[in-house]
């Protein structure tokens, strides 16, 4: 029987994804339509996005499993009328995206390149530049993207050290887990990476003693998600010199305020939420993949556990 797929995440990113996705199905040979409207009671498949106008599952009776298009699930985790399995985005390419922007910036700020794009005419100091194996790194999460950036980072020799919620191993670096470990981790981090997915467990975790443990002058780099960080506290940090520099991709509000006082900061770099995106030909992939895996009667993959929130 013909499956039915509804692509539930609005119609722009539907120009992007309708010829993607139905490759995407031709290849893994699964007879399915992809439609953008449906009776709910046919619908087997949902491709989600947060934006979604959907916000009620319950008609849904028949759905197998919803399929975010987005790493972060944290404005449908806690819908109650979800009772499908939710599956979240991990695809190479946002990977890969994730990487190279955290060692873009990491390299930024190890190397001090600051000083030297802003450097004025005769500003002539040359300063022996520390080697990665001299320079500690942390970083909080260490999932997907978390492991796949220190994978990366690993590579260059710096001295790391990150922070889960479980005991992890991760080659080349040093885990830690629990509070105390989360303040060995920032005690550590001359340079700071959260790659944390937003629950009630890491809302304001960067907050005033939090900030307070990095060695002072520590540049932090912020993908994960704005309202991991207390922005007050942050700002306070950046004004007294206990943070020299945050580079910070998301937060509370998207776009961010054009009044809001990040923009003006001398010591914040605002990015637009570009660290990581999802891109379509690969993401498509993805889904295909793990509609694919359910029809076969497999466990479907990233499936987000709603006791824990991510
Ligand atoms: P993931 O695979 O689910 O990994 C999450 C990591 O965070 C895991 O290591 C987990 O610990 C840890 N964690 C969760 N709650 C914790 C807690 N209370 N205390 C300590 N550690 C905790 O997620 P991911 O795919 O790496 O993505 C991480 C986040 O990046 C996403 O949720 C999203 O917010 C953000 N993101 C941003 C962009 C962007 O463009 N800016 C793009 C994609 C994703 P365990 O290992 O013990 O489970």
């Known amino acids: 029987m013909t499956l039915t797929v509804l692509f539930a995440a609005g119609q722009e990113l539907y120009n992007d994804y309708q010829a993607p996705l139905s490759q995407a ?3 893994q040979a699964l007879d399915a339509e992809l439609v953008t409207d449906a009776p709910p009671e046919s619908v087997d498949y949902i491709i989600y996005a947060p934006s979604s106008a959907l916000q ?29 399995p939710l599956c979240r985005m991990v695809d190479p390419s946002l990977t890969q995206g994730m990487v190279e922007y955290v060692c873009g910036h990491v390299l930024r700020h190890h190397l001090g390149m600051d000083a030297h794009i802003h ?10 530049p520390p080697l990665a194996q001299e320079r500690k790194v942390g970083i909080l999460g260490l999932g997907a993207l978390g492991q796949a950036v220190a994978q990366a980072l690993a590579g260059f ?30 005690s550590h981090a001359e340079i700071l990476v959260t790659l944390l997915p937003l629950t009630a ?21 912020n993908p994960g998600r704005g309202r991991l960080v207390d ?11 206990q943070i020299g520099h945050a580079t910070l991709d998301v937060f509370r509000t998207e776009p ?3 009044d809001h006082p990040f923009w003006a900061h ?29 029809e076969k009667g497999l466990a479907f993959m990233n499936v987000v556990d709603r006791g824990r929130g991510y």
Request: contains cysteine; glycine residues 10%.
């Open 25 to 27: 199905l031709q290849e």
């Open 56 to 84: 009620d599952f319950t008609p849904y009776t028949r759905c197998k499993a919803v399929l975010n298009l987005w790493a972060g699930v944290e404005k449908i985790v806690g819908n109650p009328t979800l009772t499908q």
């Open 119 to 128: 450097a004025r005419p005769g500003d002539w100091h040359a300063v022996e």
């Open 157 to 186: 020799g710096f001295d790391l050290h990150g922070w889960a919620r479980s005991p992890r191993s991760v080659p080349g670096m040093r885990c830690h887990h629990g509070q105390d470990g989360l303040d060995a981790c920032l």
């Open 201 to 221: 467990g890491t809302e304001n975790l960067l907050d005033r003693r939090a900030l307070a443990l990095l060695p002072e002058g520590a540049a932090l780099i």
């Open 231 to 241: 922005d007050t506290a942050l700002i306070a940090a950046l004004d007294s010199g």
């Open 256 to 258: 961010l305020p054009a």
């Open 266 to 294: 001398p010591r914040v770099t605002v990015t637009p939420h570009i660290a990581a995106t999802t891109r379509a030909r690969t993401a498509a992939r993805v889904i295909a993949g793990n509609i694919a895996r359910g």
